[in-house]
T-cell receptor, first 116, second 114 residues
Framework: DAGVIQSPRHEVTEMGQEVTLRCKPI?????LFWYRQTMMRGLELLIY????????DSGMPEDRFSAKMPNASFSTLKIQPSEPRDSAVYFC??????????????FGPGTRLTVT | KNQVEQSPQSLIILEGKNCTLQ??????????LRWYKQDTGRGPVSLTI?????NTKSNGRYTATLDADTKQSSLHITASQLSDSASYIC?????????????FGGGTRVLVKP
């Protein structure tokens, strides 16, 4: 298995531009998570999906951020318009949740976003 | 407010030595506690997951302990190797109406020197 796949690995964009990050979860997993990591704030959960449905989006910073999961094998995180403070590493993770408790999460390699 | 505090923030140890990382939490209602290892430039990798009833769990040279009464966990690294240089993140999960809610510690950065 290729693991969780994220693209692009690096993104540099100018303030005000739209940014779209992509994630392909591990085949057969029913849950997908988007995280953001910065030196100042550490790792933060932005949103997670279960069976393609957003379950908890309370971590999404503001309306500039949106996430979709049109099918079980693809998700996007969009920032529009982007701002310099959005610069961070964005991770996608997937898991197979059965009993809702102790599930393993498998992280992708991350997308390093720089907004100038 | 749910919080996870890790200590120390960073530490340097010599190859072959042991070390222990601490994690204190105030997360309720408790579901499980995880330790992750994150190498520089990579995503976190799960080391252990412990539920309320588990006191200790090992994964190779990594041993995690959990004291649910005092709300403390530790991660012990035995006979450290250069490849153990990484950040170690403690994550505590709470039961919630919208599924488990995760609270992340700030991590401990470990540097193993030859």
């Amino acid at each position: 298995d290729a693991g969780v796949i994220q693209s692009p690995r690096h993104e540099v964009t100018e303030m005000g531009q739209e940014v779209t990050l992509r994630c392909k979860p591990i085949s057969g997993h029913n849950s997908l998570f988007w995280y953001r990591q910065t030196m100042m704030r550490g790792l933060e959960l932005l949103i997670y999906f279960n069976n393609n449905v957003p379950i908890d989006d309370s971590g999404m910073p503001e309306d500039r951020f949106s996430a979709k999961m049109p099918n079980a094998s693809f998700s996007t995180l969009k920032i529009q318009p982007s701002e310099p403070r959005d610069s961070a590493v964005y991770f996608c993770a997937s898991s197979q949740i059965r009993d809702g408790s102790s599930y393993e999460q498998y992280f992708g390699p991350g997308t390093r976003l720089t907004v100038t | 407010k749910n919080q996870v505090e890790q200590s120390p923030q960073s530490l340097i140890i010599l190859e072959g030595k042991n070390c222990t990382l601490q994690c204190n939490y105030t997360v309720s209602p408790f579901s499980n506690l995880r330790w992750y290892k994150q190498d520089t430039g990579r995503g976190p990798v799960s080391l252990t997951i412990m539920t309320f009833s588990e006191n200790t769990k090992s994964n190779g040279r990594y041993t995690a302990t959990l004291d649910a009464d005092t709300k403390q966990s530790s991660l012990h690294i035995t006979a450290s190797q250069l490849s153990d240089s990484a950040s170690y993140i403690c994550v505590v999960s709470a039961w919630g109406a919208a599924g488990n809610k995760l609270t992340f510690g700030g991590g401990t950065r470990v540097l193993v020197k030859p």
